[in-house]
């Protein structure tokens, strides 16, 4: 499940509204609820969301910023926890997106990992995207491949020492 437009969902304070103030040649302005881009919007929205599901979070539920993941082991138990979600969204008046939400999958893509029963796995996409990389020829492009290799490491045994050699040339 995905959260629309989260941030937007947070009614700023009242004495906190002229922080945001603006002003463009049609006249002065302020946010009355959180904007993007303020220093602390992210921590604040996360804040919010780990209170609202907070009895639901590791146990049904995992959530990164505005992306919700509801885990079950049988459909009886996916509607039991849906139920407990959107009591939980209705009481907080916290709306998700219905074009960015999937239920009752068996797998998906959470945060660019494969997610399943089995567990968390590389995301297949990415693997034949690492394939068809070309070999690096330039600083840059080991960066890239070096990264990429990172954001799959925990897949990969011992990826450390067999990646030493791409880190040496990056120094």
Not at 141 to 162: D, P
Request: charged content about 25%; hydrophobic content about 35%; glycine content about 6%.
């Amino acid at each position: 499940m995905d959260t629309s437009r989260g941030y937007h969902q947070i009614k700023m304070l009242p004495e906190d509204e002229e922080k945001t103030a603006f002003i463009t040649e049609y006249g002065l302005y302020c946010w009355k609820v959180m904007p993007f881009g303020l220093k602390y919007s992210g921590a604040t929205y996360q804040q919010m969301v780990n209170s609202i599901f907070a009895s639901q979070i590791e146990r049904n539920m995992e959530i990164y910023v505005d992306d919700m993941l509801l885990k079950s082991k049988t459909k009886a138990d996916h509607l039991q926890n849906l139920m407990e979600t959107f009591n939980r969204l209705r009481e907080s008046r916290l709306k998700v997106n219905p074009e960015k939400c999937s239920f009752g999958m068996v797998f998906g893509i959470f945060l660019g990992y494969m997610i399943s029963e089995r567990g968390i796995e590389p995301n297949p996409d990415k693997i034949q995207a690492l394939l068809m990389i070309e070999p690096p020829k330039s600083y840059k492009e080991v960066k890239k491949l070096t990264g990429c290799l990172g954001a799959l490491n925990r897949f990969i045994s011992k990826s450390g020492k067999k990646n030493l050699s791409f880190f040496k040339n990056l120094k």
